[in-house]
């Protein structure tokens, strides 16, 4: 870590020893997003968790000793002073970009408009909106890092999947084109791509709070892959050397060989 990066983070500078490692964790309420966020808070960093749910936040922080911010990723004036916040706290040098999600399992025959057009909010633009607020921040650190949380469902399109598809596709896109971008400013991104996770909210928020629904998405999956396991592999990534860039990590459980191929057994 550069001498530099000491001062963007004095907070949590041991004397004599290096600068910890400080982050913006977003979609901190729930899921992966909480996980990732005690995760990395067990290993000593700083982290600012960042939601819409403010309640959740606060017990996560007080658990987890991070600082809560409550904002939506994708209004501008959310972003603007969780910046503010940040930059008050003394700067990070990760971003990691987790808030995001599906709505509706509709063919595109019946796609819902409002549907489509909260998950290109969040997943895209919302993820845009924080990432392009951000990097002056992180290019001025020397050695920053953003890591975007995205899916398989941005690489591999499946029957009914179209809106979530799309975003995730999207999110891809952006992610890859970031990476070209940021390199000459020895900004490191990140991609990782999970598939079957079993979160509390995912499938739940997905199908519109049906439980019953929600369940059948895991029916006979022995061991779908758990938000720790992801958060893991998340902290893992940004944890390396920094010249060490992990740029796409897909992350299935071994019941899912493939998006279509998932072993239900019973
Ligand atoms: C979650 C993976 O298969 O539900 O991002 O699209 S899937």
């Known amino acids: 870590m550069t001498s530099d990066a000491t ?5 949590s500078t041991q004397p004599g020893g290096p600068a910890a490692r400080a982050a913006v964790v977003t979609g901190a309420s729930t899921g992966i997003g909480e996980a990732t966020v005690r995760a990395l808070a067990a290993e000593g960093w700083r982290v600012y968790a960042v939601a819409r749910r403010a309640e959740r936040l ?4 007080a658990e987890t000793g991070g600082v809560p911010v409550a904002a939506d990723i994708a209004e501008d004036d959310d972003v603007a002073r969780l910046l503010a916040v940040v930059e008050d706290g003394g700067g990070i040098d990760t971003l990691v970009n987790i808030a995001g999600g599906a709505r509706g399992r509709d063919w595109v025959a019946d ?4 549907d489509w057009e909260w998950m290109l909010r969040v997943n895209v633009l919302g993820t845009m909106k ?12 020397g050695e920053g890092t953003v890591l975007n949380l995205t899916s398989t469902a941005g690489i591999s399109a499946y029957e009914g999947g179209g809106g979530y598809n799309a975003a995730k596709y999207a999110e891809h896109g952006m992610t890859q084109a970031l990476r070209l971008e940021e390199a000459e400013h020895n900004v490191r991104v ?45 902290r893992y990534a940004v944890s390396v050397p920094h010249h060490v860039n992990l740029d796409e990590i897909v992350i299935r459980p071994v019941a899912q060989a493939a998006t279509h191929k998932l072993i239900r057994r019973g």
């Open 7 to 11: 001062q963007l983070n004095p907070a």
């Open 58 to 61: 606060e017990r996560l922080a």
């Open 111 to 114: 796609a819902q408009t409002d």
């Open 130 to 141: 924080i990432t392009r607020a951000f990097l002056p921040m992180l290019r001025a650190h």
């Open 190 to 234: 990140v991609e990782v791509l999970p598939g079957l996770v079993k979160t509390e909210e995912f499938a739940l928020r997905r199908l519109g709070g049906d439980a019953e629904a929600a369940e059948k998405v895991y029916a006979g999956v022995e061991k779908p892959l758990t938000a720790e396991d992801v958060a893991d592999v998340v």
